[in-house]
């Protein structure tokens, strides 16, 4: 680690289907369904756990992997349901839900785990849930504005977006093309509607780099890129770079002054594969070789990553950008034996 701090993974999605008692739930077309069975076997589960012990089984194959990884910690993810803009949650639209209050209880369990929030601005008590998580140990708000149906420009949201500013809480944003969740309104994959939240202090982080996850969607990097370039507080982070589309702006982000913009995620359980690193002569075959057996998704994502020649300060630079007291009080782990 480099100056000691901590190997942080800040894309990690919690899935659970309630089994446990947890409040979440996880629904799909059959098409999305054959993915998510794939991505339950691609970390070690069975495709039956998804009508099964779920909410049991992702935490503890979860766990296993942080603690047989390099990494100190993750932030886990909550999911916000889909809300109109007025406010009222749209009961049938979703692909998933996993409630604040699992993630806060699951950081507290677990040390290695940093609880990432997720709340619709345009809930009635979305103010009040905000300060409540705040005061809990969130160390982030994550959302996603297609999918959830959120204007991020709108100004309604200003008192939300500054008190995330004056609280240091930094915004995690989905960017870019979208396939494993339901999308309401695919323009919001836009960076640009970004750019209030921004205004109003926050530190901003673009899930994705705003990059494209199908062959014929359109490629949103090159706005993010610039947007980097005006706004000082905007990131972008490298989840689902070893998958085929996302992986292909990767030669752009090892340049500066990007390069020094980016933070590391995973997006687990999103697979990870280094061919696509391989094919484009980003690793060579022995490395591809070694990592691809490793069956550790987390431990391969960062192995991968860190063959490709993205720098130590790359895995370590969201300690900077999370609130002051947050690690220590979601109890996070500053360094393994």
Sequence with gaps: MKDNLPIID???HIVGNGSGGTGCWVRASRTRRLLQTFMCRHIGLKGSDLEGDLDRLYIEELLKQVLGSSLDAIVILAMERVYDSQGKCLEDHGTSYVPNDYVLALARKHPEFLPAVSIHPARPDALEELERCIAEGAVMM????????????????????????EAGLPLLSHTGTEFTLEVIRPEFADPAILSWPLECGVT???????????????QFFHA????????????????AFNTPMRG??????????????????SDYPVPVFGHWAWMRDLIDWEVFRKWERQ???LERDYQIKRAMGFPPETFTRINGLLPAKAPRQAGAVISKP
Excluded at 146 to 153: E, P, T
Excluded at 250 to 265: D, I, K
């Design 10 to 12: 800040m894309h990690v």
């Design 142 to 165: 994550k959302c996603l504005p297609s999918v959830q149906n959120i204007d991020c420009r709108d100004r309604r949201y200003t008192k939300f977006w500054e008190r995330m500013a």
């Design 204 to 218: 901003v982080i673009a899930a994705h780099c705003a990059t494209r996850c199908g062959l014929f969607d359109r």
């Design 224 to 239: 993010f890129s610039e947007m980097t370039r005006r706004y000082p507080r905007l990131y972008g982070d490298v989840s």
């Design 248 to 265: 292909s702006v990767v030669p752009a982000c090892l340049e500066e002054p990007l390069l020094s913009r980016l933070v590391h995620g």
């Design 295 to 297: 069956s550790n998704v």
